[in-house]
């Protein structure tokens, strides 16, 4: 039981640093689910989530392409202005 109360404060210290960088508390819980509660990979996530909701794109679509491309920005950048 002490373990899993040690993820539980992980993941909730993980999800306090990027609220306070500014993403929405939605997000940042489906980013973590997404990528298995990796602060890096979430962290990747939003930030180009965010670069690419600010050119334009739709966020559903975003989100799909980044998961498709492992959030490689040059490539979902890519896919993005082919859809």
């Known amino acids: 039981p002490g373990c899993l109360f040690l993820q539980f404060l992980s993941y909730l210290s993980a999800c306090d640093r990027l609220l306070k ?7 940042v819980e489906e980013a973590m689910e997404m ?5 890096k990979k979430a962290a990747e996530f939003l930030h ?3 670069q690419f909701n600010d050119m334009g794109f739709q966020q559903n679509e975003i989100k799909e392409v ?3 491309c492992g959030n490689q920005r040059e490539k979902a950048l890519e896919e993005l202005v082919m859809k």
């Open 35 to 39: 990528f298995q509660y990796s602060e």
């Open 48 to 50: 180009l989530l965010s």
């Open 66 to 68: 980044l998961l498709l």
């Open 21 to 27: 960088q500014g993403y929405e508390e939605g997000q």
